[in-house]
């Protein structure tokens, strides 16, 4: 989805740099008003932050959303479990690929919808150590090529 659709919260950067990707999932999260109104001011991280089935249920856990500093004493704790709403033939799904080895959901982003907000969680598998020097050496010959061709052009 483009981003002129979405207003992004916040993402994991280094999701993609660490797992491969094999599909993505939007869902749903429920949220308090303090958890709002931090997300707008994208005051959240999502770095070590992954998501669960617990009894046929969707959690989003370890994800950190900051305290919204003009909350009242109903404010929010930064890292409680978060549930994540989808139908459940897709967490019944999701529940039986992440019984394959190897493989877990790792939140992407947390943007706006409309004024819903949603989380795009990935399945992914975790990178070797060779793999990540194998992606960093095709994104540096790419910007290589990119750059002979740009002097090309201009005729340097």
């Not at 910007?143 to 002097?151: F, V, Y």
Request: hydrophobic share 35%; with cysteine; charged share 35%.
């Amino acid at each position: 989805m483009a981003d002129a659709e979405r207003q992004v919260a916040c993402r994991n950067r280094k999701a993609r740099h660490d797992y491969h990707i094999e599909e993505t999932i939007e869902t749903g999260i429920a949220l308090s008003g303090s958890e709002v109104k931090a997300l707008r001011l994208g005051k959240a991280n999502l770095t070590d932050a992954y998501a669960a089935v617990r009894k046929g249920q969707l959690w989003l856990l370890k994800a950190k959303i900051e305290p919204y500093e003009q909350a009242n004493r109903a404010n929010h704790l930064l890292d409680r479990e978060r549930k994540l709403l989808a139908h459940r033939h897709e967490i019944n799904r999701l529940e039986g690929k992440l019984r394959a080895k190897g493989l877990t959901l790792i939140p992407l982003a947390i943007y706006f919808k409309g004024s819903w907000a949603k989380v795009e969680l990935g399945l992914a598998r975790g990178k070797r150590e060779y793999d990540k020097r194998h992606d960093i050496a095709d994104r540096d010959s790419k910007r290589e090529l990119q750059r002979i061709t740009k002097r090309r052009a201009q005729g340097r």
